[in-house]
């Protein structure tokens, strides 16, 4: 399984950046993708020839959507976030963490819908079939999602002001 | 908001990527792999040596009654709860599994019918700003309102949900810092319940400190290649999945019996330094 080990190097970053979009955190999104990794290996010769970024993916939103994960009392944050200077002071780590906020305010559903169609870069009708909805769900989705994230006061400063994109 | 500056954002936000998960931990997933399949391996066979001896409905844990009439209605507002937990006088309840919810205005209503005790809880879920504060939705019991011989029944499901109890750990444990309790279930997988606490520093030991988790089990859980190990005066079954110890012991408890088990949370011990972890806290 050396293509698996040449994949999986290859992959990792761009897995574990679609696992931070779902969870909001680097350690769960990289247990989420070894996780998936780990199952993903006994399927691999049936996967490897069929786009295997779009399935582990799919993988990805679905075993997040069925996965009840501890939540420890200790591991909810209490610290306070700093006060950003503006937008145009951003740094990418405050980036993050606006865009980590305002994803963490949508439902799970919405979120793993954004992440299939905006950074995995599905169609509506693939990420229907990755979590087996209706496409017609995935829009409704879709636009709730968008809307909710127009109305997050920092994400909309974020865009209309430019500071990072 | 576009959906070309929603691409461009998210790309955005995950450009710095921590140096310490940035490398793929190709061990890591291998030992994950052979872990998935030592434990399909030990299901399978103790699936299939449980239907040898006509044991099967054991896994099912303690039978459950028929739903009692005169507490299958109860109000449209009331929620399902998994499991309980007591310590000393608090009792807590802990409720179904929820896709980022917290619980507001919850209220408890304790109907002792003999040595049951139905216990109701209503209440509003509610979403918060922020999935990572939801934690488990839990309400905690008044005071002396339920006996510790009572069964406690969930009037929305008709069942007997387990209530494990901290008198039932360790004496060593009591008086240890509650670190958190959790629930696990994976691929549909039944709840289990989990507390975890922090242990002071083992004398046979070269840990600062290990986080010991608890879990509340299934009684009849299989335990494939387990060993009987006596522990103080605890007579449980020290088994391990690759090379991870845990023990597993029983208890007593009204309406049927409890399933409890040690697991050394982030640590890697020998046998040998499992069983002297064991021996290290007073059982009775």
Avoid at chain 1, 67 to 83: F, M, Q, V, Y
Avoid at chain 2, 189 to 207: A, D, H, I, Q, W
């Amino acid at each position: 399984m050396e293509d698996f080990d040449a994949y999986v190097v290859a992959a990792w970053p761009r897995l574990v950046r679609s696992a931070w979009l779902l969870t909001g955190d680097w350690h769960k999104a990289e247990d989420l993708v070894q996780t998936v990794l780990a199952r993903a290996y006994g399927r691999w010769s049936r996967i490897r020839d069929d786009a295997p970024d779009a399935y582990l993916r799919a993988m990805l939103a679905t075993t997040f959507l069925t996965w009840w994960r501890r939540k420890w009392r200790a591991e909810i944050p209490t610290e306070a976030l700093p006060e950003r200077a503006g937008a145009d002071a951003l740094s990418p780590v405050e980036t993050q963490r606006v865009v980590r906020a305002a994803l963490l305010s949508l439902p799970q559903q919405q979120r793993a819908v954004l992440m299939l169609r905006f950074h995995a870069d599905l169609t509506e009708a693939a990420t229907a079939a990755a979590l087996g909805i209706s496409v017609g769900t995935v829009k409704s989705y879709t636009a709730r999602a968008l809307t909710t994230l127009r109305g997050h006061a920092g994400l909309r400063d974020l865009v209309t002001e430019g500071a990072p994109l | 908001m576009s959906t070309s500056d929603m691409r461009t954002l998210l790309d955005e936000a995950t450009r710095e990527l921590p140096a310490d998960v940035a490398r793929a931990p190709l061990g890591e997933i291998r030992h994950r792999v052979r872990r998935r399949r030592a434990r399909r391996t030990i299901t399978v066979a103790a699936v299939a040596a449980l239907v040898a001896a006509g044991l099967v409905p054991l896994l099912r844990g303690v039978p459950q009654p028929a739903p009692d009439p005169a507490v299958s209605r109860p109000p449209a507002n009331s929620l399902p709860w998994s499991f309980a937990y007591r310590d000393g006088e608090q009792v807590r309840l802990y409720l179904h599994r929820q896709d980022c919810q917290v619980l507001d205005a919850p209220v408890v209503a304790v109907e002792p019918q003999g040595n049951t005790a139905v216990v109701t809880v209503t209440g509003t879920l509610r979403r918060p700003d922020d999935c990572t504060r939801a934690g488990i939705p839990m309400v905690e019991l008044p005071p002396h309102s339920v006996g510790a011989g009572q069964i406690l029944v969930d009037p929305v499901t008709g069942r007997r949900p387990p209530v494990y109890d901290r008198a039932h750990l360790p004496v060593a444990w009591r008086g240890l810092e509650l670190n958190g309790y959790g629930a696990i279930s994976r691929d549909a997988g039944p709840e289990t319940f989990t507390v975890s606490y922090m242990t002071r520093k083992p004398k046979n030991l070269e840990v600062v400190t290990s986080q010991v988790d608890i879990v509340g089990t299934d009684p009849a859980k299989a335990t494939q290649g387990g060993v009987p190990l006596r522990v103080g005066p605890v007579d449980g079954v020290l088994y391990d999945v690759l090379g991870e110890y845990r023990f597993l012991w029983r208890v007593p408890a009204p309406g049927g019996e409890l399933g409890y088990e040690v697991t050394p949370v982030r640590l890697r011990l020998s046998r040998a330094e499992f069983i002297a972890l064991l021996d290290g806290f007073t059982w009775r």
